[in-house]
């Protein structure tokens, strides 16, 4: 672990405590529509047609330039998994470390949930411009109304649902500290259980990761917690290029007494 890391470790647990006990803010974020991308190649200009096309969305309408480029990379990524799985429409559906949820109108176009429940353990946390992630999830799920935004830890949530997002978990110490958080939050054989505990039996949880490490980490908790994995691919960027590979991986919920713990 380098120095900085070794800072991140002594002072996040500090400034964690002080903005969730502050919760200083500005209020009523507002974000300037990117209207179209500049510097688009012909294939990704295709690409990106394709996906409006097919899920009637248009982010460069709605967000920045950042946001508008993000979400279609997300977009891209669960499109090509639709070809391994297409979501049951009209379910309750949890998103696990949401951050300031500015992909939940992805979420939206892919899944078309009944309800969708986002939970951020660090909402808290202040950008730049002086807003919080809170803040800027109350401006990116404006027109969604059947979205909802928790802030607290999910380990301490029972929120029943018939299926589950996870995008990136922190499963490792590295990128946990990068992101400010107490090394005390990095608990994945727990929070693998607390999905199980929280999904119905025969639910599904879908979930990206980054490196081999962290998805052998990820998938040995989360076939001890009872999880078996139905399909694994490797995502292939259409869009923008990615410095780490991504695995998606579908699980679904067995019965209790279908898992053999400790085995």
């Known amino acids: 672990m380098g120095p900085n890391l070794w800072l991140h470790r002594i002072l996040n647990p500090l400034f964690f405590k002080l903005r969730n006990a502050l919760r200083i803010s500005r209020h009523n974020y507002r974000e300037t529509p990117s209207k179209n991308l500049p510097s688009l ?3 990704q200009k295709k690409r990106i047609t394709t996906l409006q096309e097919k899920y009637r969305i248009d982010f460069a ?22 070809a391994h799985w297409v979501p049951t429409p009209n379910q309750v559906v949890v998103d696990v470390g949401s951050k300031n949820f500015v992909y939940a109108e992805v979420l939206e176009a892919f899944l078309h949930p009944k309800q969708l429940t986002g939970v951020e353990i660090d909402a808290y946390q202040l ?6 992630r809170a803040s800027y999830a109350q401006f990116y799920l404006r027109d969604l109304p059947h ?30 500290l990068r992101w400010q958080l107490p090394l005390a939050c990095l608990q994945p054989a727990q929070l693998f259980a607390q999905v199980f505990a929280n999904t119905a039996t025969g639910g599904w949880m879908l979930m990206t990761n980054h490196w081999s490490e962290e998805w052998d980490i990820a998938t040995r908790e989360a076939s001890a917690a009872g999880w078996k994995l139905q399909k694994m691919i490797r995502y292939e960027p259409a869009l923008e290029p990615q410095e780490e590979p991504a695995w998606v991986s579908l699980w679904r919920s067995v019965a209790p007494t279908a898992v053999q713990r400790g085995s």
């Open 127 to 132: 950008y730049q411009d002086g807003h919080t």
């Open 61 to 82: 309408s709605r967000f920045n330039e950042t946001n508008t480029r993000d979400n279609y990379t997300l977009l891209d990524l669960l499109d090509q998994f639709s």
């Open 147 to 176: 979205f909802r935004y928790l802030t607290g830890d999910y380990l301490q949530q029972k929120l029943p649902c018939d299926g589950i997002t996870m995008l990136y978990p922190f499963v490792t110490a590295e990128p946990l």
């Open 41 to 43: 190649s012909p294939a």
